[in-house]
């Protein structure tokens, strides 16, 4: 035989099936059964133009699965039921009560608005829902009736309670915002419509989505109290750069001594004092705790909590907290400038805060002044760049001793052109 030109030659031999077993009945049953199932998972609707409410992909929730899933109310099927979300439950009742109480029907006419639409409702989420019919309607009377009534106290029909813990606590109240706005955290806006239109007949009140675009207004714009407040015109106030765009912008910092409390801190011809704080695990368990207090509790005042988020405006990077450790403002046990940059960004997530009433607002407007002025700002960068150190004044230096050398030569070219060397003044015409 020669193997040099047989054809087969490098290649697997080919299996033989004589020795291989049947497959089992079992086997042809079960695969039978795959090919004849449809996806429960998967919606029929999905991929149509009705489904619009959908599950977020995996590949997006690895990467900040928290910025999806809601935080303390579950609004829809999709979270509906899981144990963090259960305090707002009890809510929904008494949000459901006191709406039907304004409205001129009783709650079977609720049920009936929708029940009728609840194969149109099913096919609006991606997944299927696996509700039974009394449980879904059950559901979205609940939260939809709390989605109206939440928009109509916040439009002040009616004036919510003084003490009703959703608008005090204002952290949980910007949280139900947020949940109101996850994309896995829906139900169809037809069905708030049918619910609204029930709820008010045919009273002359605001549409739906006027309230609703009222709520996410105040929402964004008053996270902190439920309350008219007499003021007087303001402009809009901003957060203050780093601590090192500050010190290049010219802005001293400075420890205060003698200070009573972390709180006393102050600016004036571009002096920062901040009082000496100590970054240990103790002091950061405090902290933490005094802003949860803070976020909580509405009748007291947002101090610490406006101290954590000037601080954590001035420290974005771990040159910043360098520049305050050096300083003396901060006198870190962490062991490291990022640590205590992780703190400072930590104890600022998720916080409400309100710069236009808090206890720094005007000092907030001061170093936003102070850094705003171009002049200023430009001539501490120019030093900064050329005379922060002995190198780099050296450099300066000599830079400007070559423009003058260049500007000398160039002038002496330029006369040597208009008056040549040797070239006397020119002789007096004779007199006639």
Known sequence: ??????????????????????????????????????????????????????????????????????????IGPYHHGRENLKMIEQHKGRFLGSLVSRSRVGLDEYYKAIASREGEIRDCYSETINYDSNDFIKMLVLDGCFIIELFCKVGKSPTPDSDDPLFNMAWLFSFVMRDLLRLENQIPYFVLEAFYDLATGNQNLPSLSKLALEFFNYAVQRPIEHREVSRKPSPLLQLIPSAKKLHVAGVKFKA????????????????????????????????????????????CSKHIT??????????????????????KIIENYFGTDEAVTSFFT?????????IQHCYMSKMFEDINEYYRNNWKVQWAGFKHKYFDTPWSFLSALAAVLLLLLTLIQSLFSVLAYVKPPGQGPSPSPSPN
């Not at 004036?268 to 802003?291: A, E, K, Q």
């Not at 930590?346 to 309100?354: A, E, I, P, S």
């Open 1 to 74: 035989m020669n193997l040099l030109n047989n054809p087969n030659r490098g290649r697997a031999p080919r299996p033989t099936y004589n020795s291989v077993p049947e497959p089992s009945t079992e086997w042809r049953i079960s695969m039978e059964q795959i090919l004849a199932e449809t996806p429960r998972l998967l919606n029929k609707s999905a991929g149509k133009k009705t489904c619009c409410i959908f599950r977020v992909p995996q590949s997006l929730v690895e990467i900040n699965e928290k910025a999806y899933q809601p935080h303390v109310v579950s």
């Open 306 to 327: 406006t101290y954590a988020t000037f601080m954590g405006c001035l420290i974005n990077t771990a040159g910043d907290a360098g520049l305050l450790c050096d300083q």
């Open 256 to 299: 205060r001594d003698k200070s009573s409390s972390l709180l006393e801190i102050d600016f004036h011809n571009g002096l920062l004092r901040i009082p000496t704080m100590t970054i240990d695990d103790f002091t950061s368990s405090v902290f933490l705790n005094w802003v949860a207090f803070e976020q909580c509790y509405n009748h």
């Open 346 to 354: 930590n104890v600022g997530k998720d916080v409400v805060f309100d």
